[in-house]
């Protein structure tokens, strides 16, 4: 059976906050229940904006919620006028079970990305309907790709459709498709062109697309002919205070990332099998700590004396607090790295591919160190590994940059003149 839950939330408060400001009537499309403790970085940056908008805004959000996931952040219920879960997956019968698992298999002959085709629930499609003609939305908002299957029940709705790219599907197809021989490589072809198809039909229903990245743009640009693209970048909460820039003994260094997305699975096959391997001649006594949840049998084989895969953790600071430093050595995928904002706010040195800090006007040497080899990476994690001051001062500069650049005031801010100018026309 299909859960639906509501939540209203008080706005009392609203109009002291807004003063003469236009308070717009928000309308959140979510893949998956936003929550400030969420292992995916998607869903605690989204949790985070919406938090941020619901000082200013009338919030609804309705969100998909597997089965195995935990509810919305109850913070975040009280401070949206409106909050519902739809149930994510197949129904409960046998025969709905297997009916969902082969509309999904239909998805590559048919050319629906495999994604598309599992976030597709036709109790969700309704919802939204209802919704779009009683909450009467001045704004809809579509948080990633895969929700824009949805954008045809806002029919008769006059609110603009804005749909926030947290990394375009295409480029991402194209780049996992690389990595992969024979057969696999062939099927992505395939999914890089259904990605195309399906992200060109869906963009030609907004009337913006947000993308957090000048390279995110670029790769829209061919699929978005007149449609307004605007680049807002992510936030995050700032802690009161940093972590300790040195971390603590033993020495270890950290990796931080859900597995659930593929670069990050290919960054800490990387980081295990080639960098750390490096470094151990170096440092035999380094410990590196690969925390992230679902990580795949590959990554799990890689667990060690000097390997620790943790799964899934109630709370990533101790291992951050820990380390020396963090390691970030992606080379594939867009958008922007929610855990990347998160150690700069956290004041920890950082050892990352210029990829990893996309987006971010972060000097190599200053506030982050850039590498892009693995030789590359070896040398600059050792060299801040035996140089605990030069470490200390890349992360008090890397925290100070992040105070003075990555809290949410400045994207709400962009957020709300996008809504403005839409509405205005």
Not at 136 to 163: C, K, N
Not at 378 to 389: K, N, R, V
Request: glycine content about 8%.
């Amino acid at each position: 059976m299909v859960e639906i839950r509501r939540v209203h939330g008080s706005r009392a408060t609203l109009a002291a906050v807004t003063g003469t400001r236009a308070v717009r009537r928000l309308l959140f499309l979510l893949p998956f229940p936003p929550r400030l403790d969420a292992v995916h970085g998607g869903s605690r940056a989204t949790a985070q904006l919406l938090g941020a908008l619901a000082d200013r805004h009338r919030i609804a959000a309705v969100c998909l919620r597997g089965t195995d996931e935990p509810p919305v952040d109850d913070g975040l219920r009280a401070r949206c006028e409106l909050l519902e879960e739809v149930e994510r997956g197949p129904a409960g019968t046998l025969l709905g079970r297997w009916r969902h698992r082969a509309g999904v298999a239909r998805s590559r002959l048919s050319g629906t990305p495999r994604w598309v085709a599992q976030w597709a629930v036709e109790a969700y499609e309704t919802r939204v309907r209802t919704l779009a003609r009683t909450w009467r939305p001045d704004i809809v908002q579509i948080e990633f790709h895969i929700m824009g299957q949805y954008l045809t029940a806002l029919q008769g709705s006059a609110a603009p459709r804005v749909l926030v790219e947290h990394e375009p599907g295409a480029p991402a197809a194209r780049d996992r498709g690389r990595l992969q021989r024979g057969l696999p490589r062939l099927l992505s072809h395939l999914e890089v062109h259904a990605w195309e198809r399906y992200e060109r039909a869906i963009i030609r229903q907004v009337h913006a697309v947000v993308v957090f990245t000048d390279r995110d743009g670029r790769a829209l640009a061919p699929l978005a002919p007149g449609v307004r693209l605007a680049r807002i970048p992510l936030g995050t909460v700032l802690p009161e205070r940093p972590l300790d820039p040195l971390g603590h003994q033993p020495l270890s260094i950290v990796f931080m990332g859900s597995f659930i997305h593929p670069p990050n699975v290919d960054a800490a096959d990387r980081l295990v099998g080639s960098i750390f391997t490096r470094l151990r001649r170096h440092f035999p006594k380094l410990l590196l700590h690969v925390v992230g949840d679902n990580p795949p049998s590959r990554i799990r084989a890689m667990a060690g004396e000097n390997v620790i895969i943790t799964g899934r953790v109630p709370d990533t600071g101790p291992y951050l607090d820990h380390a020396a430093l963090m390691v970030a050595p992606l080379r594939l995928g867009g958008g922007m790295r929610v855990k990347v904002l998160e150690g700069l706010a956290a004041g920890k040195a950082l050892v990352a591919s210029p990829l990893a800090v996309e987006g971010l006007d972060l000097a190599d040497g200053v506030q982050v160190v850039l590498a892009e080899t693995d030789q590359e990476f070896c040398d600059a994690i050792g060299g801040l590994l035996s140089d605990p001051e030069r470490r200390a001062t890349i992360a008090r500069r890397a925290r100070a940059w992040a105070c003075a650049n990555l809290g949410w005031e400045k994207s709400v801010a962009a957020y709300e003149r996008l809504y403005d100018s839409l509405i205005a026309g």
